[in-house]
């Protein structure tokens, strides 16, 4: 199994920055994808970045490219996500996921690739994100 735990959620100014961790625990060895999901009340899940975490491939969900930037640190089982100048519609949970597959080794971190919640098998708790204008 996998543990996730999220952090570094709070509450912004429009404009502002937030650094969001997710540090994993478990039989890491299992997984080949990371990545963020993000969901409002009585909205669908969102997916928001992926790293594929045998080498160092990301994809972004179009609203967020060039503002946010996923990346791991392999040695201590982390992924973050930089999260720059954001907006008040990006207030939202956030949940961190992992999920280990032959399709994501394929999938994950390609520019093209719509993941889907149900590709994943692991997730964090969420951490909350408010954006005020």
């Known amino acids: 199994q996998v543990q996730l735990v999220e952090s570094g959620g709070g509450s912004v100014q429009a404009g502002g920055s937030l650094r969001l961790s997710c540090a994993a625990s478990g039989y890491t060895h299992s997984s080949n994808c990371m990545g963020w999901f993000r969901q409002a009340p009585g909205k669908e899940r969102e997916g928001v970045a992926f790293?594929?975490?045998?080498?160092?491939?990301?994809s972004y969900v179009d609203s967020v490219k060039s503002r946010f930037t996923i990346s791991q640190d392999n040695a201590k089982n982390t992924v973050y996500l930089q999260m720059n100048s954001l907006k008040p519609e990006e207030t939202d949970m956030y949940y961190c996921a992992a999920g280990g597959s032959a399709y994501l080794g394929r999938a994950c971190g390609t520019m093209n690739w719509v993941p889907s919640r149900f590709d994943f098998d692991y997730w964090g708790q969420g951490t909350q994100v408010t954006v005020s204008s």
């Open positions: 790293i594929y975490t045998g080498g160092s491939s990301t």
